[in-house]
């Protein structure tokens, strides 16, 4: 496999919808070839819209980009034959099975004849879905829809994999799995995958190099450590035994660092220095006659890093900001 | 028995409602009969001229008497298709809950039905005067027509509401609606029954239906009706659709 | 393409088949209306000027536009169902044309379609149809017929891709619905008393195609009916193909 020409260059990518909302608002990046990288952010921060753009289902409103070797709005059909994808919604066919599934998407891609049942069940295996293989779509578990996915996905040898949140709405093995065969595509086989997702684990476990989104802006990249050295200071959330004098807490450890945003009765405090100031932030407390039932110390978390370069809490993004319209409203400006 | 009446009442006040400020109930609901009776009366009026075929009240008022009979009909089948909605999203669970009483409920629904065949039948009425429709059956003859439209409404809604009270979901809507337009179109729809040819006719014949039907034509048009032969069929369909309501009101009971 | 069209096609024909709600009733439901109407309308051949001499061999005719409406049902909504999975999506990452798409999802419809007009015709031929038009007329039904029976379901088509949505398909049967009642449906133009029902019934392109096919039964070959019902069913699938390629374009963006 040509390794130079797996990877992916953006350059002032914008997406304008009806309206004048900028889902993509200018962003710039590069993923290498051969490595996981995650696309880091809330719902609405224009994930999505970037993974369309660039698996040139929607053609962006300025910028530039090339995805393997090839520029996504002139050579469009060269792209698609490079890249495979698993979009947000899993799209399959409710009434044919997972094998007639293989059988068709294995023809549309031009795998040839006497390949094609091999190659799909070779696939179904590998995500291990033979067993369910003659089943109907409709009778399957989101697990083996996203596993189903993912394999068409792979029937022609995609150079680039584009995965947009593969393992929303799945149970913790179901996930597990995911992340594993992720890993081994890239490892074993040389995808360059691009991930985008609202986990901020997944993209801890996975990638090799993330970038955060929001509001359409890429607000921080680098590898998962170096993004939470930026940040460098760990948190330390403290609970009192009487819920009554949080806000006593809080006062006192403010004095060791920079308050925080942190759960109902619980006071949160980012420390100047380390570990080592928690004896003294204890005896403070005691000093003041306040009582605490538990004292976490967290080390720095992309959470963390959002808040840091957002003022928001990505775990706490439940609110659709600046949510893209769905592309049949769009109108390209 | 002042519960009875209360969830009797809550039940028909939110069905009626539901219909009535639903636009996507309320309007097919009324533009459908009064399609029907354009396209039947208005289309095919030349049938009237057919040889044998003497009705005394004109075309129209021979089919507004089918096209209000089915109204009825169907409305009761659509008050199923609500109780199967409702079983669906939970909300008849609300209901069994609050009910002492269950059988309120089904009471309930079928006073529904009643006052939407009214409101609908009221309409039709109105429109088939306006389009020159000839009464020549009296006051009485009248009544016993409208009459004849509520017994069909509580058949068709009590046979609905036993499917709906068994299968507890919309996708029962086929199995509420087919048999309805198979006893309503086995019928004289077009012609008087000496007129229809055919199989349909030997179906015709043995179909509860066309006495239901052929009576109400007779009562418009003011000509010795069979009106207790025609209410006492009537009446049991009635008595077993609603021991077939009731059983499925237990079974759904049972199913919690 | 030719590959293309015919596995978009082979799943076009699997999910209508797996799919029995959409097999029987486009059978079952147009010969149940038919043979109640013959029965309930067999008395208006005596009416003087009715041009056939049974009334099945007027109404035949009318369960393949029933079928027509089924056929459009099922082709939108198929494609909506596309649309709201993502479906249509996968399609366009892979190097199928869009012609491909429409195309066999519309011929999978019409391979339904002339299995159930194959069965209407045998109906009527075991229930004693007349046939005027002889041996000719029977594939000359069947492609006025299809030709129909393209322009009713790329209409769905249409509305499939341009909405998304199964319920907005299921929204215009009515419209259709209506539009076949208000035709010569249930007589002859000429028959019908009222003037406003006989001018909307002269107006409504869906009268002709109705007559076009009631010619070849009614009176074999009949220029002006086979004229007008050919023309208006050219015209019908030539804007509902046009429409579909292009809400089809709309939806499967591609760079």
Redesign the interface.
Known sequence: MDQASNGIEVEGLVREFKGGIRAVDGIDLEVRPGEIHAFLGPNGAGKSTTVLIL?????PTAGTARVAGFD???E??K???S???A??????????TGR?HMR??T????VPKADRRRRGDELLERVGLMDAADR?VRGYSGGMKRRLDLA?ALVHGPRILFLDEPTTGLDPQSRADMWDEVARLARDDGVTVFLTTQYLEEADVLAERIAIIDHGHIVARGTPESLKAEIGRPTLEVTPANPVERDAVENVVARFGTPVTASPGVAAVRLRGGAEELAGIVRALDAEGLAMCDFQLHAPTLDDVFLAKTGRKLTEEDEQVGEAPE??EAVAA | MSRFRDVAFAVWWRTIHNFTTNPSFLL?SII?PL?FF??FA??????G?????DFPSGYTAFQFVFVLLQASAFGGVFTGFGIAADFENGFARRLLLGAPNRTAILAGYALAALTRAVIIGSLLFVVALITGMKVTGDGVDLSGLIGLALLVSLTATLFAAGVAFRARTIQAG?AMQMPVF?IL??A????PLD???????AV?KVNPFTIIVETGRDLIAGTNPHFLLAAAVALGLIALFMLWAVRGLRRAEAAG | MI??VA?MAR?SI??TL??P?LVIPPILFPL??M??????????T??PGFPADT?LDFAIAVPFLQGSLFAMINAGSSLAR?VE???I????????QRAALLVGNLSGVLVVALGSSLIYLGVGFAAGMDFPAGVLGVPALLALAMLIVLGFASLGAFVGLRS?SGEAVQGFF?LFF?AL??SSM??PRN????D??RTI?TYNPVSYLIEGIRSFIVYGWDGEALALGFGFATLLAAVGVTGAALALR??L???
């Open positions: 698996t040139t289902l929607l053609p996504i709005v002139r469009g059909a792209v698609r034959g890249i495979g994808a979009l947000q919604e899993a799209a399959l066919d409710p009434l044919l007639e068709l998407q023809a549309l891609q031009g109907k068409l592309e049949e | 097919p459908f399609f354009t396209a208005g289309g095919l009026s030349s049938v001229n057919v040889p044998g075929f086929p198979l179109f086995l004289p729809v077009f012609v007129l229809v040819a055919g199989w349909v006719h015709a | 590959e293309q596995q799943r699997l999910q797996r799919q709600a149940m209306l043979a109640v109407n013959v029965g309930g309308l067999d008395a208006a005596n009416l009334y596309d999975t993502g479906f999506r996968r399609l366009a990452m892979t190097p199928m998304g009515p209506v009642f208000l249930s007589l028959l019908i008393e009222q406003w029902f019934a709309t939806r963006v591609r760079t």
